[in-house]
T-cell receptor, first 115, second 117 residues
C-alpha cells in the first residue's frame, strides 16, 4: 500500500477545462514534490515544497499552479493545458525539508490525458 | 553537469536466475548519493537500494545488491533469485547538494526488466 495517496488516478480533460490533482501523505514528511513522467522516460521534477513553502520551480509553464495548504496536502491546479501535457503526474514526499539528502516516497500517480 | 547513463534499455532474465543492471554517472563531486528505483506497471516508484559515496561497503537489501565502483563511476544493481514480481522499469538516480542547498534527483533513462517464467 502506498503511503502517498494521489487522486484521481485517471483524468481526461479538455484544453479549456480547469481541474486539480491532489496528493496526501500522513507520514509527517516536510518536503513534497511534483514530477511529470512521459511514457518510457524518467520522471522530470516540476516543483518542490519544503515546510509548505515553494522552494523549487523548474521553469514550469504557468498553466500548472501548485499549492501546499498544509504539511500533509499538495495540489496541482491545471488550466488551459496543451496536448503535450498528457503524462503521468507523480507526487513524492521526503521526511525532512528539502535541504537534506533523503530518499523520496512516491505515490501511484495520476494519468492525465488532454483532449 | 551531472549525467546518469543506463546503457541497457531492455533486459530479460529467467525466474530464479541472477541479473545485473548497469549504471554509470559523471560527476566531479566527491560527496553524493546513488539510488535504484523500481517502477512496476502499477506505476509507483519504489526505492530498491541506496548508496552513500563515502561508504566503501556495497549496499545490500535482501536479494538486491550493488557493485559501487567510485573510481570508475559505476553503480550496478544485481538481482539474485529473480522473481516475476521484479518485472519493472528500473531507474538509477544520482543526488547531491547544490550550491543553494537543495537536493534533486538526476535520473537515468531506465532499464526495462522482464522476468520470464
Amino acid at each position: 500500500d502506498t503511503e502517498v495517496t494521489q487522486t484521481p488516478k485517471h483524468l481526461v480533460m479538455g484544453m479549456t477545462n480547469k481541474k486539480s490533482l491532489k496528493c496526501e501523505q500522513h507520514m509527517g514528511h516536510r518536503a513534497m514534490y511534483w514530477y511529470k513522467q512521459k511514457a518510457k522516460k524518467p520522471p522530470e521534477l516540476m516543483f518542490v515544497y519544503s515546510y509548505e513553502k515553494l522552494s523549487i520551480n523548474e521553469s514550469v509553464p504557468s498553466r500548472f499552479s501548485p499549492e501546499c495548504p498544509n504539511s500533509s496536502l499538495l495540489n496541482l491546479h491545471l488550466h488551459a493545458l496543451q496536448p503535450e501535457d498528457s503524462a503521468l503526474y507523480l507526487c513524492a514526499s521526503s521526511p525532512r525539508g528539502q535541504g537534506y539528502n533523503q530518499p523520496q516516497h512516491f505515490g501511484d500517480g495520476t494519468r492525465l490525458s488532454i483532449l | 553537469a551531472q549525467t546518469v547513463t543506463q546503457s541497457q534499455p531492455e533486459m530479460s532474465v529467467q525466474e530464479a536466475e541472477t541479473v545485473t543492471l548497469s549504471c554509470t554517472y559523471d560527476t566531479s563531486e566527491s560527496n553524493y548519493y546513488l539510488f535504484w528505483y523500481k517502477q512496476p506497471p502499477s506505476r509507483q516508484m519504489i526505492l530498491v537500494i541506496r548508496q552513500e559515496a563515502y561508504k566503501q561497503q556495497n549496499a545490500t537489501e535482501n536479494r538486491f545488491s550493488v557493485n559501487f565502483q567510485k573510481a570508475a563511476k559505476s553503480f550496478s544493481l544485481k538481482i539474485s533469485d529473480s522473481q516475476l514480481g521484479d518485472t519493472a522499469m528500473y531507474f538509477c538516480a544520482f543526488m547531491k547538494p547544490s550550491d543553494s542547498g537543495t537536493y534533486k534527483y538526476i535520473f537515468g533513462t531506465g532499464t526495462r526488466l522482464k522476468v520470464l517464467a
